[in-house]
């Protein structure tokens, strides 16, 4: 039995270190484009942020200097607390949306995959494109929503909603809900699917309410799903960029520049490409470290359970 065991472990050995050569080379084009696209673009921009790199002429190292700028930087700290708020909002409002149109879409119904498509077809139009779409329904005199305002009997007369910071706020965010609850909906709708349909009929035959039945049945079994929603949503709000720039232009009076809208004036309109790159560094650690505590928020609830 010895001598039978060595020989099929010295004879599984070269089989598992060609697996193992296999499996890199399945993955070798994948992780290519992330040094290529990824990696590398990090690296470059490190070394910028720590140079005084004006888009002409030579650059000259500075070494810290650029993030200890930033620290009594009032703008960017106003960017930073406007970007905080806004991805508060915008979560909140996309699960708010999101979560009861799953329910809704998750039951066999009559048209529910008419319903599913409908409420999706926001999600394939392009970010720049629908920023530009509720700039035209917003608009005063050739808009959409100021009529219809007038005719519900809301206003008198059609108001110009991108003209103060609270209206222009407001408009935003519904776009985005209209936009991003779509695909938050078919994050959500593919963990409802996968709860075992004889749990949730035990736990109906044993008397739990709807809500009973959602709070200790649905939310807990759903966890891994809503957290990955939930990382999805937090990153696109705090890069948000697109719907301020062509919506607002960072108004009024400017309270509208969210962090990536700032990264770009510093960049691409100042021209100090080091400060910039600064910027995004400290941006990229921003959004590891909320990952890094989404996850292991994920992991404690696995541990409790």
Known sequence: MTVVSTLSRTAGRPRSRSSAWRGLLYIAPAMALVIL??????????????????????QRWIGIN?????????????????TALYTIIATIAIFAVAFPLA???????????????VIFLPVVVGLATASLLWVWLANVDSGFIGPLLIA???????????????????????????????FTMII??????????????AARIDGAKRWQRFRYLTLPLMRRTIA?????????????FDQFY???????????????????NQSFVSFNLGYGASLSIVLLAILVAISIVQLWLLKVGDEKA
Do not use: C
């Open 37 to 58: 696209f990824f990696v590398i673009p990090v690296i470059v921009t490190a070394w910028m942020s720590l140079h005084n790199w004006p888009l002409m002429g030579a």
């Open 103 to 117: 329910l809704f879409v998750e039951k066999q119904r009559r048209f529910v995959g008419a319903y599913r498509t």
């Open 66 to 82: 650029n993030y200890v700028r930033m620290i009594h930087d009032a703008r960017f700290l106003s960017a930073l607390r406007f």
């Open 246 to 264: 062509i919506m607002t232009a960072g108004g009024p009076q400017n309270r509208m520049i969210s962090v990536v809208y700032y990264i770009f």
């Open 188 to 201: 959500l709708l593919t963990g409802l699917q996968a709860i075992p349909a004889d749990i949730v009929e």
């Open 152 to 182: 519900l009997g809301i206003t008198e007369r059609s108001p110009n909603l991108l003209a103060s910071f609270d209206s222009a706020f407001l408009t935003i965010i519904v776009m985005v809900v209209w936009k991003i609850a779509g």
């Open 228 to 240: 990955l929603a939930l990382i999805i949503s937090v990153t696109g709000s705090i890069l948000a």
